[in-house]
């Protein structure tokens, strides 16, 4: 018989169990039995309750972006100064919620699913957009006809730092990222 109402935790569990085996692992190989044993729960469960690992992958990543979402909204709230608005993204994308090496190999397996899986691409596709858009609202005033420019050209770096410190090993460090990428932008 179902415990009634432990759906939601359970599937909380996977989401979380997901990203730290694939920060564990470093590798795409994770398998719905080692997410499925790190969340305490059956892989059969697992199965139950996302259907494949691809949907646990992309609940996780799912579960990524509403919390950046939750935090970058908080932060900005009441916030109308461009340069602020900027430096609460960039300090948001790097903060440590979200540039912790977990993530950032979910990240990691994100993007290389995303040429694969078509919801995962929308996904992404979705990420993009916005961040797209919320860089230009604030680069707009600052930088002028450089804005687009510049949203693209940074929206490249937040993603480059993160892929580079996948591939490197490295500690995640958050605001030596930001000031990389402030340099970069008001470079004269």
Same mark, same amino acid.
């Given at each position: 018989m179902p415990?009634?109402?432990? $759906? +939601?935790?359970?599937?909380?569990?996977?989401i979380?169990?997901?990203? $730290?085996?694939?920060?564990?692992?470093?590798?795409l190989d994770v398998t719905v039995s080692q997410i499925a044993r790190r969340a305490g729960v059956s892989s059969a469960l697992a199965h139950h309750y996302f259907g494949s690992k691809e949907e646990i992958l992309l609940a996780a990543m799912r579960d990524v972006l509403t919390q950046y979402g939750l935090e970058i909204r908080a932060a900005l709230l009441g916030l109308e100064d461009p340069?602020?608005?900027?430096?609460?993204?960039l300090q948001t994308s790097f903060g440590p919620q979200n540039f912790r090496r977990e993530v950032i190999s979910a990240w990691l397996t994100f993007w290389v699913m995303a040429r694969a899986v078509p919801k995962a691409r929308r996904l992404l596709t979705i990420y993009e957009r916005r961040l797209q858009s919320n860089l230009l609202f604030?680069?707009? +005033?600052?930088?002028?006809?450089?804005?687009? $420019?510049?949203?693209?050209?940074?929206?490249?770096?937040?993603?480059?730092?993160?892929?580079?410190?996948a591939l490197s090993g490295d500690l995640p460090d958050g605001e030596a990222a930001v000031a990389l990428i402030e340099s970069m932008i008001f470079a004269r």
């Open positions: 415990r009634l109402g432990m $759906e +939601p935790i359970r599937k909380a569990a996977l979380k169990a997901a990203i $730290e085996e694939i920060g564990a692992s470093s590798t340069a602020q608005r900027l430096r609460v993204i604030c680069l707009r +005033p600052l930088t002028g006809a450089r804005a687009t $420019e510049l949203a693209d050209a940074t929206g490249a770096l937040i993603d480059g730092v993160y892929l580079r410190t």
